[in-house]
């Protein structure tokens, strides 16, 4: 996974923008690609296409749906039946994904800064650290 702190530093790809705010592994993020690049996959094209076996990219195209950047289709086939087809989002669909966790995190953060004070005098206590700084004696009182 990107660090926020390398994010800033470097001229990041987008590929580290997801991988940072979305939190998606080295896996999810070739899955994605792949599905970017192919326009639809079934589960056995995208598996073939990234060499993992289906179980693993099952669970890593569940996160995808689940965060929105990609769907689950279901289309008949001209035989009879259904198969299973996974579709990426559209690129603008998935930067306002990226916008809202980004906004939400910023939100989270605020949060937290506006309660720092209190949060870091409960830590110095579990730690063990003296809620009030020790006082210093002057060379008259040594």
Do not use: H
């Not at 094209?45 to 990219?57: L, P």
């Not at 209190?118 to 650290?129: A, Q, S, T």
Request: proline share 4%.
């Amino acid at each position: 996974m990107v660090s926020f702190s390398s994010l800033i530093r470097s001229k990041a790809k987008c590929s580290d923008l997801l991988s940072c705010f979305l939190d998606l592994n080295e896996l999810e993020v070739r899955i994605f690609y792949s599905l970017l690049d192919r326009g639809s996959a079934t589960l056995d094209d995208i598996a073939e296409s990234v060499s993992r076996d289906r179980s693993t990219v099952f669970r890593n195209l569940q996160k995808l749906v689940s965060l929105g950047l990609i769907s689950k289709e279901m289309p008949s086939l001209e035989k009879g039946g259904r198969i299973s087809v996974f579709v990426p989002s559209d690129i603008p669909a998935i930067k306002e994904i990226v916008s809202q966790r980004i906004d939400s995190l910023k939100r989270s953060m605020d949060s937290f800064l506006n309660e720092f004070e209190d949060r870091i005098n409960v830590e110095m206590v579990i730690y063990g650290k003296p809620k009030t700084p020790p006082q210093v004696k002057s060379v008259k009182e040594l």
